[in-house]
């Protein structure tokens, strides 16, 4: 079983990216997925999560109207797109699968990807 993270990288404050979560050993379908990232000096932080049960999705106040989840089941895959993206925004970020209702807690986590936004 293993989650694994894409897609993180150096962007200017502004810029776009897109993560990727692939799942391997596992359905993705049949849990709920949620991203997580956590700034240096931080604690790990819940920023969005798509549900299994009915695909609805839930962002934190600090992302919403420039993050979007989503899931491709045939991918087995679920992204993140980040749009206008901030110094903030900058830190390590992690994909979970839930088997609950919630993206936590989390049966299976990823190791991370880096995401660093320049001002």
């Known amino acids: 079983v293993q989650l694994v993270e894409s897609g993180g990288g150096l962007v200017q404050a502004g810029g776009s990216l897109t993560l990727s979560c692939v799942a391997s050993g596992f359905t993705l379908d049949n849990y709920a997925i949620g991203w997580f990232r956590q700034a240096p000096g931080k604690e790990r932080e819940e920023i969005s999560c798509?549900?299994?049960?009915?695909?609805?999705?839930a962002y934190a106040d600090s992302v919403k109207g420039r993050f979007a989840i989503s899931r491709d089941n045939a991918k087995n895959t679920v992204y993140l797109q980040m749009n206008s993206l901030k110094p903030e925004d900058t830190a390590v970020y992690y994909c979970?699968?839930?088997?609950?209702?919630?993206?936590?807690?989390?049966?299976?986590w990823g190791k991370g990807t880096l995401v660093t936004v320049s001002s």
């Open positions: 979970g699968a839930s088997r609950w209702v919630g993206c936590v807690p989390s049966d299976y």
């Open positions: 798509i549900r299994s049960t009915d695909n609805s999705t």
